[in-house]
C-alpha cells in the first residue's frame, strides 16, 4: 500500500517561509515523478512543482518559480517544499503526489498516489 504523509503546514505571515515533507512508502519511486498541489478554499486543485525522483529535473508552475523550491532526499524517500516569500494568495492545503511511470507533468489525472494533504494558512 502506497503511502505519502505529508507535513510542515501551519500558519506564518506574509514573507515568511514553510518547509512542506512527503514521506513516501510502500514502493520503490525511482522511475517516478512526484509533485505538489494546492486548493484554496472555492478553487480547483493546482499544480505547483515536480521533480524527477531519479533526474532531479524540476519544473514549477509560474506562481512558484523564484519562491519555491521542490527537492528530495532519496535515503529518506521523501520529498520537500521549500516555501519563501510566502503570500496571502499561497493560502491552501498543499498536497503530494506520485506518479508510477515518471512521465507525470502538471497534469494532476497523471499522477496515481495522493497525499492527505497539509494546511498552509498565510495571514498578512
Known amino acids: 500500500q502506497v503511502q505519502l504523509v505529508e507535513s510542515g503546514g501551519g500558519l506564518v505571515q506574509a514573507g515568511g517561509s514553510l518547509r512542506l515533507s512527503c514521506a513516501a512508502s510502500?514502493?520503490?519511486?525511482?522511475?517516478?515523478?512526484m509533485a505538489w498541489f494546492r486548493q484554496a478554499p472555492g478553487k480547483e486543485r493546482e499544480f505547483v512543482a515536480r521533480i524527477g525522483w531519479s533526474s532531479g529535473n524540476e519544473y514549477y508552475a509560474d506562481s512558484a518559480k523564484g519562491r519555491f523550491t521542490i527537492s528530495r532526499d532519496k535515503a529518506k524517500n521523501t520529498v520537500f517544499l521549500q516555501m519563501n516569500r510566502l503570500e496571502v494568495e499561497d493560502t491552501a492545503v498543499y498536497y503530494c503526489?506520485?506518479?508510477?511511470?515518471?512521465?507525470?507533468?502538471?497534469?494532476?489525472?497523471?499522477?496515481?498516489?495522493w497525499g492527505q494533504g497539509t494546511q498552509v494558512t498565510v495571514s498578512s
Open positions: 503526489a506520485a506518479d508510477r511511470t515518471g512521465l507525470a507533468t502538471k497534469w494532476q489525472r497523471s499522477y496515481d498516489y
Open positions: 510502500g514502493r520503490t519511486f525511482s522511475s517516478s515523478a
